[in-house]
């Protein structure tokens, strides 16, 4: 399943709706991540949400940057479980699509599991049935968004706890997952991982993940045919109307770890990055790395 940025309740009540909700079905199952703090402009956004297409619409009570803070939303609502739960049960009166949380363990130096078990707690008796957890604490001064996802320590002890607390409600872990062979137990014991910078920087890993935990027997989709169906999807995207100029960087630019790891991927890279083909559209760029990438990775077989 894959979750939209953070979207502020206020660019969805006074800006361009379609700008920030506007998908692709391919996308599909996909959830809509929010950032707000007020029950009825979260209830007018899931709203939205729903007639969108979206298949869940989640709070974000996790991102510790100081912008956020302002706004009195992300992790700072943390402290105010009361709010977040009015907060929910808006949203969830307000649509039939399931309304979750994403949220940290703790805020700043509060390190005590009581804190996040309450904020849990709150939460469930408002409606919500899974919670996404960063296994971290959130530091609301003193880091940066970059340190608050490096710095704190990860306390995967937490949320085994909070299912062993509350078996009826879904956890999903998030935070420092990129050994692949940790995901089994992982899964034994909570009901899904997410990942944000390592499927990002090495998004293959998602087809590998696919077929080690679903146990499938058909081989890997080559990295070759993923770059086609992109030329595809490139091509309808540039060509469809729109209000607004389409890029083909809007594109590539989140394809540059599709051969993290492999063969020709500092070629790939390097072509894809190309400001004059990218700055004309050029839809080529994509086959000529290929080229790149398949004479690279010839040469080092030789």
């Given at each position: 399943m894959l979750y939209t940025e953070m979207v502020t309740c206020g660019a969805?009540?006074?800006?361009?709706?379609?700008?920030?909700?506007?998908?692709?079905?391919?996308?599909?199952?996909?959830?809509?991540?929010?950032g707000g703090s007020e029950p009825a402009e979260l209830a007018h956004c899931a709203r939205l949400a729903e007639r969108w297409g979206y298949d869940e619409v989640n709070l974000n009570c996790g991102c510790p940057s100081e912008r956020v803070q302002h706004g009195?939303?992300?992790?700072?609502?943390?402290?105010?479980?009361?709010?977040?739960?009015?907060?929910v049960k808006a949203m969830r009166d307000a649509v039939s699509i399931p309304v979750t949380v994403k949220h940290r363990i703790g805020i700043d130096r509060i390190e005590d599991y009581g804190f996040v078990a309450e904020f849990v707690a709150a939460l469930a008796a408002a409606g919500c049935s899974t919670f996404i957890v960063h296994a971290r604490n959130a530091w609301?001064?003193?880091?940066?968004?970059?340190?608050?996802?490096?710095?704190?320590?990860?306390?995967?002890?937490?949320?085994?706890?909070?299912?062993?607390?509350?078996?009826e409600l879904e956890f999903v872990?998030?935070?420092?997952?990129?050994?692949?062979?940790?995901?089994?137990?992982?899964?034994?014991?909570?009901?899904?991982v997410m990942l944000g910078r390592e499927a990002y920087h090495n998004p293959y890993v998602l087809a590998e993940l696919e077929a080690s935990l679903s146990g499938a027997s058909e081989p890997l989709p080559a990295r070759a045919a993923v770059v086609a169906s992109m030329v595809e999807y490139a091509e309808r995207y540039l060509a469809e109307p729109s209000a607004r100029?389409?890029?083909?960087?809007?594109?590539?630019?989140?394809?540059?770890?599709?051969?993290?790891?492999?063969?020709?991927?500092r070629g790939w890279r390097r072509m894809l990055s190309d400001a004059d083909a990218l700055a004309h559209n050029d839809l080529d760029l994509l086959r000529r790395a290929l080229r790149i990438v398949e004479a690279e990775g010839a040469a080092l077989a030789a």
């Open positions: 969805l009540v006074h800006g361009d709706v379609a700008r920030h909700l506007d998908f692709s079905q391919a996308e599909h199952p996909l959830a809509l991540q929010l009195a939303f992300g992790a700072c609502l943390m402290a105010e479980p009361a709010t977040v739960a009015d907060c609301l001064s003193g880091l940066s968004p970059k340190e608050n996802r490096e710095v704190p320590p990860l306390r995967y002890d937490f949320v085994y706890r909070l299912k062993q607390q509350s078996p872990l998030n935070g420092g997952l990129q050994q692949r062979s940790d995901y089994p137990a992982i899964l034994a014991q909570l009901d899904g100029p389409r890029h083909l960087r809007h594109i590539v630019r989140h394809m540059l770890g599709l051969y993290h790891g492999a063969p020709g991927a």
